[in-house]
C-alpha cells in the first residue's frame, strides 16, 4: 500500500501545475494563511472554535494547534510516524485523527496529554477520512485502498466495515448529510456511495461517465456536491429524484477540482488545484452559478480538505505550502 502511495504521488507532482487561466479574481474573498513553522504537510485543519484550529502534519507526523489571535502554533509529535491523514475534534475537545499508514484512529486528550489508539482490522489498514455523526456517537471513515467504509462507536470503541461493491473503488471523501446518512465520494470510480445508518446497507449511485469525485458537501435540502477531479466540474446529485447536475468550473477541465466545503447559507465553496496559484472558488446553488474566484495568496500547491466554522463564517484549510488558511466567508 506504501508504494502504491508513493507512485501515485510522484505522477502527481510530475504533471505540475496549470499556468493559472485567464479567470482571475472575480467577487474575492478575504484570505489569511499562517506559516507552519514546523512544516511536514501540514493539512485538514479543523476549528473548534475561533480562535482554536487542530491540524495534522501527515509528512512530519504530528498534531498541531494554531490560535489565529497569537499567530501561536503548538505541536504534538506522533512518534510512531503513522502519516495521520486527517482530524476532527469533538465538542468535548477530544482530537481524534486517522493513522493512515499505521492502521488506526488515535484519540487524543489535550487537557490530559493522553493518546490512545483504536487499532483497525486487518484487511482495513489504511483510515483515510473522518467524519462524526450529528450526535457524536459515532465516527464514519474511508478505507480507500482496502475498499471500505468504516464506523466507529465511541462508547465500546467498536469498529463495523463495510465493503464496497465496486473493486478499486477508493473510497475517498465522506460527510454526513442533514438526514443523517453517511455519503462518499468513490474516488476509482464514477460513483457516490451512500450508507444507511440503520442497517449499514451501502449504495452506489452512478454519475457522469468518466467522472472521479474527490470530495462532498451537501445542502441543507439533501442534496449532494462532489468535485469531478478529473474533467473539471461541479456536480450535484438530488438523492430523491436521482437527478444529476453538472456546472463547468472557470479552469475548465485542468482545474483539477478538490477540497470542498458548505456554508451556513448553503453556498458551496471549492478548491481548484490545477491552476498556479490554487482557486478558492464559490457557488449560489440558488442562482445555479459561479459567485466568487479568489486566487490563494501562498499559491497552495494544492488545497485537499476544507472545514467551515459557522460560529466564525470562516472556512479553514492547509495547503502543501505549509500554511494554514481561513477564508472569510460569511455565516
Sequence with gaps: MKKVFIILALLFLAAGPVPADAAGPSNPVDIKEWKVPFGGRSRDPYAESTNSVWFVGQGGNYLARLDPRSGKFTRKALDDEPGPHNLIVGADGIVWYAGNLDAYIGRFDPASGRLDKIAMPAEADD???LVFDQGEKHIWFTVQWGNFVGRLTLASRGVEL???PTRRARPYGIIVAPDGTPWVALLGTDKLASVDPGTLKLTEHKIAAGARPRRLGATRGGRIYYTD???????RLDPRSGKIDEWV????????PYAMAVDGRDRVW??????SPNNFVGFDPARGAITSITPIPSGAGSV???HYHQGSGAIWFGTDEDTIGRALVGK
Design 229 to 235: 477531479y478529473r474533467r473539471g466540474y461541479l456536480g
Design 127 to 129: 483510515p483515510h477520512t
Design 270 to 275: 471549492l478548491v481548484e488545484t490545477g491552476p
Design 162 to 164: 463495510i465493503p464496497v
Design 304 to 306: 485537499r480538505h476544507m
Design 249 to 256: 468550473l472557470p479552469s475548465g477541465r485542468g482545474s483539477r
